[in-house]
Structures are given as structure tokens and as C-alpha cells.
């Protein structure tokens, strides 16, 4: 089993950073790849960042592209997702989220496996 707990969340205001880690734990040999999602009360979670975890690719979302980075450190067995110039569409709760599927990177919730407990970001202007 696999267990990811994340943090860093907190109350911003517009234009802040704000940097998330995920650390996993347990049967961490098993993970394929890792992913950050986000939702918000009557939307589905979807998808903000992922990254391969032996191999240096990874996905973003149109809608962080370009503000947001993920990244890893393996020896660490933990993921960050920086986040840059943060506005109130940002304001999510965001979860981390791992799976073991070797057929490609993940990019539905539907694809993963593990998820942390999540952690409340939220942007005021």
C-alpha cells in the first residue's frame, strides 16, 4: 500500500506563491507516476499537474500552464507543485495522487490509485 500526505495549502492573495509537497510512503516501488488535482463544491476533481516518476515527463492543465511546476525528488519520495501568480480561479481544494497503471501518464481521477487527504488553497483578490 501507498500512503500520500500533503501540505502547504493556505490563504493567499492574488499574484502569491505558494509551494504544495506530497510525500509518500509504504510500498513506494509500486508508483508509475503522481499527480496534483484540485476541486471545488459541485465539480468534479480534475487534473492540474502530473509527472512520470522515472522518467522526466509530465502534463499540465491548460489553465495553470505556464503559472504552475511539478516536480519530484525520488530519493525524497516526495512531488511539489509550485504555484505562481495565483488568482481566486485557483482556489481549490488540491489533492495528490499516485497510480501504478504502467500504459501511460494519468490524466483522470479515474486513473489513479492512491490520494492523499488533500489541502485547502484559497485566493482572495
Known amino acids: 500500500q501507498v500512503q500520500l500526505v500533503e501540505s502547504g495549502g493556505g490563504l493567499v492573495q492574488a499574484g502569491a506563491s505558494l509551494r504544495l509537497s506530497c510525500t509518500a510512503s509504504?510500498?513506494?516501488?509500486?508508483?508509475?507516476?503522481m499527480g496534483w488535482f484540485r476541486q471545488v463544491p459541485g465539480k468534479d476533481r480534475g487534473i492540474v499537474a502530473a509527472?512520470?516518476?522515472?522518467?522526466?515527463?509530465?502534463y499540465y492543465a491548460d489553465s495553470v500552464k505556464g503559472r504552475f511546476t511539478v516536480s519530484r525528488d525520488n530519493a525524497k519520495n516526495t512531488m511539489y507543485l509550485q504555484m505562481n501568480n495565483l488568482g481566486p480561479e485557483d482556489t481549490a481544494v488540491y489533492y495528490c495522487?499516485?497510480?501504478?497503471?504502467?500504459?501511460?501518464?494519468?490524466?483522470?481521477?479515474?486513473?489513479?490509485?492512491?490520494w492523499g487527504q488533500g489541502t485547502q488553497v484559497t485566493v482572495s483578490s
Open positions: 509527472i512520470r516518476w522515472s522518467v522526466d515527463s509530465t
Open positions: 495522487a499516485a497510480h501504478k497503471t504502467r500504459l501511460g501518464l494519468g490524466l483522470t481521477q479515474y486513473d489513479y490509485d492512491y
Open positions: 509504504g510500498r513506494t516501488d509500486s508508483i508509475y507516476a
